[in-house]
């Protein structure tokens, strides 16, 4: 079957570590592409962010609406990058030889629509989580004053933190949907998301252990001013794809 050529044989029920470990093994070979990958995927994502970031200068009405239409079509955009760059993690662990940078826009490239259309469900949770931090910006955040000044940013941060967690949370069941729609293209979006939720039932808190597992290196990155993520997000989207294949095995086994 077509649909499974990507997940390798033999690969079934690991821990973390070993799916960490895998994703090490991807990389250690030749290191050059992935970095190059993750350098022209951050550039692209960025200059996303910054012009959706540009009209918003205001509060009130008109900047609520100019956040929300920003936030979705940046969102939109840079799910047709993130496939790209699942469907290049994806082909490096199971072909290293047919891996490249072309993958990159195999998202713009191949039925964009079943992306949006998974992409735009996604982006609503995350809207609806978001809404709080968003709505208090607009409408409630006091004038910053000297007095006042770190006990806003402590306060606004805090906000901001609580609604990202639990953008994180409500997503988690439909973690995998962006390897589904490379793998598994004869399904609708509708199926994608529903396989997502089938390959994450009682996997949300191996899902959430990997993403702790991380956070270590996270701060060595952090201490390293960036460099570090030149390392550090190959390594998470190469361990990203090889707990999809693992999902996947564990689906088919059932």
Known sequence: SKRRLLCRKGYIFMTIRQIKG?????LLPSLGLPVAVTVLATIFKNFILLLASLPIAATGTAAFITYEFAFFVSSLLIALAEVGICKFYLTLSAN?????????VYGFRNAPDRTVMVALTITIIEAICMSPYVIYSCFFMPEVTQQNMYL????TSVI??????LCFLFTIPLALSYFI???MPELSPLKVLKMSCRLMKKRGFAYIGF???????????????GIGNLWLTPYMQAGFAEFYMDAVERQSKK
């Open 22 to 26: 895998n994703a090490r093994e991807t």
């Open 96 to 104: 290293r030889r047919t891996a490249s940078l072309t993958d990159l």
């Open 152 to 155: 806003l940013i402590l306060f």
């Open 160 to 165: 901001s933190l609580v609604c990202e967690l």
């Open 181 to 183: 729609i490379i793998d």
């Open 211 to 225: 993403c702790i597992s991380f956070f270590p290196l996270m701060l060595v990155a952090f201490l390293s001013f």
